[in-house]
């Protein structure tokens, strides 16, 4: 099983600000697939960025995801008002599918 | 509208059973591979189960194998999962989520159904 950690687990920032999430796997996440996940309070998550760079339908060109192997990126450019919340990264690559724990994005 | 429902959830005692249902609608249910992803309160993403589009490939968390039971009508559009032996680490919110194929990022997702497991 790939098994994916995040860091930091909070991230205190202000609007405007950048913001750089990592997720490491504890193996090589074969053909860069590796998904990036926002989830509100009370909501479902919402998927954000596919083969580790590829941006969904409909996510603003701040969102932008890196990497390969076994490090990858989440950089939100200028933090907006309703990007604070929770971002988990995911591994489709291997079954089982796996999630990292999560990263707060919290208003400083 | 592209747009994922789950029900079936609900209150159920140690060892009792529940089935969730996660009916499709605004997309061709049967060309899509579904997943089964849990959140326990306050905690992390938890992938559960996965079913392939025409139920060939079929895969579950280890927490769950032997318990659940994953499957799915393409006719009705519908998504189930059948949980026995129900434990108190059970507990959680359970999304059902789309994904365009069977290693993909899973793009769709529902609002959740809350199955609670306590005596």
């Known amino acids: 099983e790939i098994v994916l950690t995040q860091s930091p687990g909070t991230l205190s920032l202000s609007p405007g600000e950048r913001a750089t999430l990592s997720c490491r796997a504890s193996?090589?996440?074969?053909?860069?697939?590796l998904a990036w996940y926002q989830q509100k309070p009370g909501q479902a998550p919402r998927l954000l960025i596919y083969?580790?760079?590829s941006r969904a339908t409909g996510i603003p060109d701040r969102f932008s995801g890196s990497g390969s192997g076994t490090d990858f990126t989440l950089t939100i450019s200028r933090l907006e008002p309703e990007d604070f919340a929770v971002y988990y990264c995911q591994q489709y690559g291997s079954p089982p599918w796996t999630f990292g724990q999560g990263t707060k994005v919290e208003i400083k | 509208e592209v747009q994922l429902v789950e029900s079936g959830g609900g209150l159920v005692k140690p060892g009792g059973s529940l089935r969730l249902s996660c009916a499709a609608s605004g997309f061709t249910f049967s060309s899509y591979s579904m997943n089964w992803v849990r959140q326990a309160p306050g905690k992390g993403l938890e992938w559960v189960s996965s079913?392939?589009?025409?139920?060939?490939?079929?895969y579950y968390a280890d927490s769950v194998k032997g318990r659940f039971t994953i499957s799915r009508d393409n006719a009705k559009n519908s998504l189930y999962l059948q949980m026995n032996s129900l434990r108190a680490e059970d507990t959680a919110v359970y999304y059902c989520?789309?994904?365009?194929?069977?290693?993909?990022?899973?793009?769709?997702w529902g609002q959740g159904t809350m199955v609670t497991v306590s005596s």
């Open positions: 083969g580790a760079s």
């Open positions: 079913i392939s589009s025409s139920s060939s490939y079929i």
């Open positions: 193996q090589s996440v074969s053909s860069s697939y």
């Open positions: 989520a789309r994904a365009k194929q069977w290693a993909d990022a899973f793009d769709i």
